[in-house]
């Protein structure tokens, strides 16, 4: 189950074709914004649906903030 909500920083990396460091700083950042909406998260993992709306979105710049 676990492995279907969360996204491992490995799992980052080769979907986005990075490097795992590179890939630690993407969740950091995704983290901090989830963390604003008052959600709890863990470190080297990413929330896998809030990964793919916000790393392939298609909605245009003005509809993000």
């Known amino acids: 189950m676990a492995a279907d909500l969360f996204m491992r920083v ?17 969740i950091r950042q995704f ?3 989830l963390k604003k909406t ?9 929330d896998r ?3 793919y709306e916000n790393f392939y979105s298609t909605r245009k710049i003005e509809e993000r903030k």
């Open 38 to 46: 008052g959600c709890i998260t863990m470190k080297g993992r990413i």
């Open 10 to 26: 490995e799992e980052v990396a080769e979907v986005m074709g990075v490097s795992v460091s590179y890939a630690y700083k993407i």
């Open 49 to 51: 649906k809030f990964f």
């Open 31 to 33: 983290n901090k914004e």
